[in-house]
């Protein structure tokens, strides 16, 4: 088997399964692009069996310890494994993550669930050689009404691949309803919504920030369409009002709230444009609107190199946000990069903090879902952070 000869430090030795090219010390046996590669130290010591990308920064990614290949039987077993764990953590869901990467020793394939229909991705060469397959076994295991290969990630460019979208089985679906977490019911477009048709990775998380909207008047901002919204609005609270830049999710979340039948007042805008405005407002004298609003914006960087820029970007909202706040008014939010880390987030408020000025105690805090577990030998797995913050009232 061909494979490349890892240069000592490399991060594969502290227990990581990724091999960057700066880290390859040698490529031996003229390995194709996708190939399965062994993996070796200098000392002809295996490391395992990895699906290899000479145009990706990533260059190798390792799959198993022990020598590997994608047949049939793999696949079987590793998904099968995959849905073994979402039905042991969350039992009947219609909406769920069922395959998750690297952490469930796929690399670059996710299976999302949406009732009776999957959505799949496949975000690595090795992965796209292989959907056919993929789509047969998942056809057996799981019987779906249809599956839609979602490949339109911007991920997809680091590997090199072309996006595309297309129906591999069963018959195209019409915009139809599924319920998520707290049974909510949703419409949802699987060929043109957000990641494969919503963030499956905020469902608990929507759930857990509504147990503080009773009695509230609610802001959710970055809203997409709806999910922290819609949970509020079922939750009790005495007014939502949910904002985004995209004209399409607006409409979505309307159509969800009319699902519903709760009621959430909207707008089209820039919520960086909306802020501003409305903390202005706010420090020159009017009174607050609302005391639970809620951050959820998209990521601010991709690479580690703007981390820095993406701090200034993330502090200017949660200062504008807490100036927005009366005390004992409460603040959701979220950061959906890898590259923050939650030190680094909370560092980030917490600045912001002094700036307003307010005192902040902490309420709660928030992960992905149970369905996008995390390795904690591969870091980047732990993406999604959020914390739930109270403006501390007679200070």
């Not at 227990?15 to 002809?44: C, M, Q, T």
């Not at 909510?184 to 494969?196: A, D, P, R, V, Y």
């Not at 879902?369 to 390795?375: E, M, N, Q, R, T």
Request: hydrophobic share 40%; glycine share 8%; charged share 25%.
């Amino acid at each position: 088997m061909a494979g490349l000869i890892v240069a000592p430090r490399a991060r594969i030795f502290q227990g990581h399964d990724w091999v960057y090219g700066s880290e390859v010390r040698k490529v031996f046996g003229n390995p194709a692009p996708g190939d399965v590669i062994a993996l070796k130290d200098g000392r002809d010591r295996y490391l395992g069996s990895a699906i290899y990308n000479p145009h990706s920064q990533i260059i190798a990614r390792r799959f198993s310890r022990r020598k590997q290949m994608l047949d049939r039987d793999f696949f079987v077993r590793r998904i099968g494994q995959a849905l073994l764990l979402r039905e042991r953590l969350l039992p009947g869901e219609e909406l769920l993550r069922l395959v998750w990467s690297e952490s469930d020793g796929l690399p670059g394939l996710i299976v999302d669930r949406y009732r009776d229909v999957l959505v799949v991705q496949t975000l690595t060469l090795a992965m796209r050689r292989n959907l056919a397959l993929i789509v047969d076994i998942l056809g057996d295991l799981l019987h779906p009404r249809s599956v839609i290969v979602r490949n339109d990630s911007p991920m997809l460019s680091a590997e090199g691949l072309e996006q595309e979208v297309f129906v591999a089985a069963g018959e195209t679906p019409a915009p139809f309803e599924a319920r998520g977490r707290g049974d909510i019911l949703f419409s949802i477009n699987l060929e043109t919504g957000q990641k494969t048709g919503l963030y499956l990775d905020q469902m608990q998380n929507c759930l857990e920030v509504a147990r503080y909207a009773r009695g509230r008047h609610v802001l959710d901002c970055f809203c997409n369409q709806g999910s922290f919204a819609l949970a509020c609005a079922r939750a009790g609270a005495l007014s939502v009002t949910a904002l985004d830049i995209s004209g399409e999710a607006i409409e979505a979340l309307r159509r969800n709230a009319e699902l519903n039948g709760v009621k959430v007042a909207t707008m089209v805008e820039n919520a960086f444009d909306f802020l501003k405005r409305e903390s202005s407002q706010i420090s020159a004298g009017e009174a607050p609107r609302w005391d639970l609003l809620i951050l959820d914006p998209p990521t601010f960087t991709r690479n580690k190199h703007s981390v820095h820029d993406a701090m200034r970007g993330y502090k200017e909202i949660h200062l504008r946000s807490l100036k927005m706040l009366p005390t004992g008014g409460i603040l959701s939010t979220f950061c959906c990069s890898h590259h923050v880390s939650i030190d680094l987030f909370r560092e980030t408020i917490a600045s912001a903090a002094v700036d307003a000025p307010a005192t902040l105690r902490l309420v709660q805090t928030h992960g992905q879902a149970a369905d996008h577990p995390v390795l904690l030998n591969i870091p980047e797995t732990s993406y999604l952070k959020g914390l739930t913050l109270e403006l501390v009232p007679g200070r």
